[in-house]
């Protein structure tokens, strides 16, 4: 597993992500599960995304929390190694839920 | 609690059993209105909290594994020594213990208050708390072994199960006080303390009461109890470890666990088929005239219910891998999760820890109705609550994991559900503020009998 992505999972465990977000299906259900966020997000979306934390829907005021630079590409990093590890075809994808059907 | 029946309690280690059942039901009782919280902050937008809604979860889950294991710790001393007829190898050991794990418990409590955690769900403590949790878990272990080697010749199968029980809890624990870089691993060793902890562990310690309780009250001899105990503890741990399987469908591990996962877990059903046919036939042979049985058997059979529905059927139902394969992550897990911890597990130690509490006295008919009403409040609440994310779940898999719409569009579809789950959450918080205030109050009335 790379240095970054090891300093990224601790980022990921510091700031209880796990409480809103789920990795693998397990968290919280409050927000969008980031198992393979890699595979439809850039990395420079989502280091934007950390960085300047956007008000949070359905909130008008509450902003996700913000990271600095580092610590954001270090997470962004753990999230890319994520999406490397096999998950048996889990999430369904659109293409899948058609053939199930 | 006026009519008492028994002037004192016959063991140093059942009067030290009491402050591990009361501080558990305090807990409890703090448990759901941390919870009523964060799901009102769910349904009113920028709801103001000194705590945040992401520590506030945490410290629901950290709540959600402690108060069963402190009030566990007090009912395992309370019936290995009913048990065994004898004194534990320590009591002293037994109070040290407590302090213990009250120390670290509230000081995971207090850090995530804080801000300050490990971010690892139901685990989110730092881990040199939990590392002190094993501490208070090692010296029961050793108190507990020492007690049945001090007479080798008379140790019950209950007593036995609930030390194994004792000793497993420790060992799935510990290492989760390691921080594991990989990811996959970090998951699988999670659920030791998320699965294995209710699934086997508990499922081991709880025998004891439940032996005690139907022996007592004259449900099942002895004969019939041991045998249901030999098969519920070898399937408990059979289907509790290869159980575990179905957890780990998605996080990277081989596909034979698809298999396992779903196959094995059909085994954790037939010990509580056993106990409810048991039941059953004792309930049909024998009318149960204590009022403090009585109250006891409301909360036992609670928790026969759910560990019937909630956690062995629907469980059953979500680890069938196509079925996971959709509503996994959703919040059908949530409604899942809530019916089996606290309507399995959490159930059967308030019986317990109600049991212990109010050893030496009898409700009045006044105060047993009181009792009643708030079990019964707390089950409709938790119906309710439980069938409000069952039906989020339903909706949710169905919009994103279907129809692919994006999972906020779907999320903010879910709000009506959610706020019938504060509804639902409101009620429950009601239930258990009364139960607990009525078993405080037997605390009180029994406290002189000691």
């Keep these: ?101 | 609690m006026n009519q008492s029946i028994a002037s004192k309690q016959k063991f140093l280690a059942q009067v030290i059993s009491r402050r591990y059942c009361l501080s558990a039901v305090c807990l409890f009782a703090l448990q759901s209105v941390v919870a009523l919280m964060g799901a009102l902050d769910l349904v009113i937008s920028d709801l103001p909290s000194p705590i945040p809604f992401e520590y506030g979860r945490a410290i629901h889950l950290a709540l959600a594994d402690f108060w069963p294991l402190i009030g566990t710790m007090g009912m395992v001393y309370f019936f290995i020594t009913a048990e065994l007829n004898r004194e534990i190898h320590s009591p002293r050991l037994a109070r040290w213990q407590y302090w213990v794990v009250m120390l670290f418990t509230l000081s995971i409590f207090g850090t995530l208050a804080l801000r300050l955690g490990n971010g690892r769900e139901f685990l989110e403590g730092k881990p040199i708390f939990y590392l002190g949790i094993c501490l208070a878990l090692t010296l029961a272990s050793y108190n507990l072994i020492r007690t049945l080697l001090t007479d080798r010749q008379n140790i019950t199968p209950a007593a036995a199960t609930m030390t194994v029980g004792m000793i497993f809890l420790l060992l799935l624990l510990l290492p989760n006080t390691i921080t594991f870089s990989n990811p996959i691993v970090d998951e699988a060793t999670k659920f030791w303390v998320v699965h294995l902890w209710e699934e086997m562990a508990f499922e081991l310690t709880s025998v004891g009461f439940i032996a005690t309780f139907f022996i007592v009250s004259g449900l099942a001899n002895r004969t019939q109890i041991e045998k249901w105990l030999y098969l519920e503890a070898a399937l408990a741990i059979v289907g509790g470890l290869y159980g575990t399987g179905h957890h780990y469908y998605w996080i990277g591990f081989p596909a034979v666990w698809l298999v396992l996962g779903s196959l094995v877990s059909l085994v954790e059903v037939i010990p509580v088929g056993m106990l409810v046919h048991m039941t059953y036939k004792g309930l049909k042979s024998k009318k149960i005239r204590s009022r403090r049985e009585k109250l006891t058997l409301w909360l036992l059979l609670s928790s026969v219910f759910y560990h019937i529905t909630g956690a062995s059927l629907l469980g059953l139902f979500i680890t069938i891998p196509w079925v996971n394969l959709y509503m996994h992550g959703t919040y059908f897990t949530s409604g899942h999760a809530h019916l089996a911890l606290f309507g399995s597990l959490g159930f059967v130690v308030l019986a317990g820890c109600y049991y212990v509490l109010s050893q030496g006295s009898e409700p009045t008919l006044k105060e047993y109705k009181g009792g009643v009403l708030a079990v019964i409040i707390l089950n409709i609440g938790l119906i309710i609550m439980s069938s409000a994310l069952l039906a989020a779940g339903l909706k949710e898999t169905y919009l994103w994991r279907v129809l692919g719409m994006d999972f906020m569009d779907v999320h903010l579809l879910l709000n009506p559900y959610l706020i019938v789950r504060v509804l639902g959450g409101t009620m429950f918080a009601l239930g258990d503020l009364l139960l607990s205030w009525y078993i405080f109050k037997v605390w009180r009335a029994t406290k002189s009998h000691k």
Excluded at chain 1, 18 to 41: K, M, N, P, Q, R
Excluded at chain 1, 74 to 99: C, K, R
């Design chain 1, 1 to 101: 597993m790379p240095e970054q992505a090891v300093a990224g999972k601790l980022i990921w465990q510091k700031n209880n992500c796990v409480s809103c977000h789920t990795l693998f299906g397990h968290g919280g259900y409050e927000a969008d599960d980031l198992t393979h966020i890699t595979a439809t997000e850039t990395s420079e979306y989502l280091i934007n995304y950390l960085v300047q934390a956007p008000v949070m829907r359905p909130h008008k005021y509450a902003r996700h929390p913000a990271l600095d630079e580092i610590d954001a590409e270090n997470l962004v990093n753990y999230l890319e190694f994520v999406h490397t590890i096999p998950t048996l075809g889990w999430p369904p994808q659109q293409e899948q839920v058609e053939d199930d059907s």
